[in-house]
């Protein structure tokens, strides 16, 4: 029984570490990509005021938006400027993270 | 919730063979682990605050970061031409550090002497040897007043101010405006780029202008700029000087400051000699004196080149470069966005190398720079920079990016919230 617990415990870790393995490029990538939005966004997305908060926002939400940013559907000053160096790919990785990210 | 586990429940809680328990597993793994290295960090402007902070918060706090400054207070470049054009305060842009020790970062007050890159040791004036297990260089920039012999003593730099890097100097100058004649002419003169900040010199002569134009109006402002053009957003600023200030600034061209005379107050260039009530002159600059100390200049005797995947330094590995002092990328501005991208990626990097997970092979960054025309109305320039694997630097993304299309009140507003919101990405 009690061999059995310690490889279990064993398992466990062996486990977390994959894990950590297997998402740690992925992860960094959306984090990374949304830490370029957020000298005026607020760190993780919790804008002190004045821009748009990204924290919590769906992603389908923040994909949306950059969508009509791009196409010039939605009026911006700086937005259709900064939206147009992201690929898709790019943009749904950042709204993945920022989705994730704690409103306060 | 992980943290209220004993540790006997814990592993109860694992023998029972919950799917869960792996995520357990990873919320307290760090609350167990020593740190995995220091790492200090000279120099608490955009660059170097925003650094420490970040390989604090993606390093899960197992990092140990040091924050060394000389000043107790953070005074923002960004917003400091609005001071001299009298709608904000000094006090409207000067910060702490108290919140950076919240996210863990320890913050020396002290200044740095030496670094001694072979044992890894920083040398202080107050306090003893720090070592390192890497170094984090945001040094900001040191004037060049060797190429100006008349401003290249401690007096002359007491009465002809560059006000280029906020604080006290940004007070005098506003005092040396305020006292200034009616019909006065303040000279503003630029240097080659690169300098920090290329539209900043064309801002504070329309913030200089504006202030001119409701208190003293038969006053001037003449830029003698050392560049062929302006360097930045011209046609912006072109339309808000006919436009706004017609007759008040008077812009000259190839006027490259050789010399300042502080008694008969005039600058000289190559063949003109101009005099003003107020001259405000902006030194060539080159990376801050404590990159030549720890040797990882390496271009011109001036600039840091740096790896752009990790902001590593090309002459030292274990020396991570950022902000102003280093040899910018391909229209890339030295600006605070610009540093507080740099920041980022130094982050991701040196939490990269001290964990061994991957280096980030595809690093971004976005650059998004106002400019005031007055108290109210701004203009921008924002670009989109991509790491290019061949050319190994960081290029703008084809289409992306622009200018204003016109100044407007609106983008006074967003300019305002920019800065509220990189002080605080900045100083957490």
């Known amino acids: 029984m009690k061999n059995v617990g310690v490889t279990l415990l064993a398992t466990a870790f062996i486990g977390c570490a994959l894990a950590l393995q297997a998402s740690a490029q992925d992860a960094n990538l959306g984090r990374n990509l949304a830490a370029t939005c957020t000298h ?40 259709h400027q900064l939206s147009k160096g992201y690929t898709e790919q790019q943009v749904e990785l950042m709204g993945e993270y920022f989705s994730k990210q704690k409103i306060h | ?26 919320a307290t793994a760090p609350e167990m682990q020593k740190p995995i290295g220091r790492v200090a960090v000279i120099g608490g402007g955009f660059g170097g605050a925003a650094a420490a902070k970040y390989i604090r918060a993606w390093s899960g706090d197992r990092i140990e970061v040091i924050l060394i400054e000389r000043s107790n207070l953070f005074v923002s470049c960004p917003m400091s031409n609005l001071v001299l054009g009298g709608s904000q305060k000094i006090g409207d842009i000067t910060m702490d550090y108290a919140k950076l020790r919240a996210y863990g970062v320890q913050v020396m007050r002290d200044e740095v002497t030496a670094v001694d890159t072979s044992t890894k040791r920083i040398k202080l004036t107050r306090s003893e040897d720090l070592p390192y297990d890497r170094l984090v260089l945001s040094p900001g920039v040191d004037f060049m007043y060797e190429q100006l012999p008349g401003l290249n003593n401690a007096n002359a730099q007491e009465s002809i101010l560059h006000a280029w890097k906020a604080g006290a100097e940004t007070v005098a100058l506003r005092k040396q405006l305020e006292a200034m004649r009616d019909g006065g ?21 329309c913030l200089v202008a504006f202030y001119f134009a409701q208190a003293k109006p038969k006053s001037k402002v003449l830029i003698l700029d050392a560049n062929e ?13 006919s436009e706004r200030y017609k007759g008040i600034i008077e812009y000259h061209n190839n006027q490259e400051a050789k010399d300042v005379d502080p008694r008969g107050m005039a600058v000289k260039t190559d063949f003109d000699s101009f005099k003003g009530d107020v ?22 005797n001036r600039w840091c080149g740096v790896d752009w995947l990790t902001m590593q330094s090309t002459a030292n590995p274990d020396i991570h470069v950022l902000g102003d002092a280093t040899l910018s990328a391909s229209l890339m501005p030295k600006s605070a966005s610009m540093a507080n991208q740099h920041a980022k990626v130094c982050a991701a990097g040196v939490v990269a190398l001290m964990t061994g997970e991957p280096v980030n092979q595809a690093p971004m960054m976005t650059n998004t720079c106002y400019s005031y025309v007055s108290d109210k109305d701004a203009v921008h320039v924002a670009s989109v920079h991509a790491y290019d694997a061949t050319e190994k630097t960081l290029k ?6 622009g200018l204003s299309s016109a100044a407007s009140e609106l983008e006074g507003v967003y300019a305002t919230a920019w800065a509220r919101n990189i002080w605080a990405d900045t100083l957490g």
């Not at chain 1, 002190?48 to 000053?77: I, N, Y």
């Not at chain 2, 930045?232 to 000087?241: P, V």
């Open chain 2, 185 to 205: 002419v303040y000279i503003l003169s630029i240097p080659r780029a690169p300098y920090r900040c290329p539209p900043g010199p064309y801002e504070r002569a």
């Open chain 2, 396 to 401: 703008p993304v084809p289409g992306s990016g």
């Open chain 2, 279 to 300: 001259l405000n002159v902006l030194p060539p600059q080159k990376a801050a004196g404590i990159a030549a100390k720890a040797g990882v200049i390496t271009a011109n």
């Open chain 1, 40 to 79: 005026c966004h607020g760190t993780d997305g919790r804008s002190v005021g004045g821009t748009v908060a990204l924290a919590g926002m769906p992603k389908e939400q923040l994909v949306q938006a950059m969508k009509e940013f791009k196409s010039g559907a939605r009026p911006a000053t700086v937005m």
């Open chain 2, 229 to 241: 053009d302006i360097v930045s957003k011209k046609g912006l600023f072109l339309k808000a000087w």
């Open chain 2, 1 to 26: 919730m992980a943290h209220a586990y004993k540790r006997r429940d814990f592993i109860k809680f694992l023998a029972a063979g919950a799917a869960t328990s792996t995520l357990a597993a990873c």
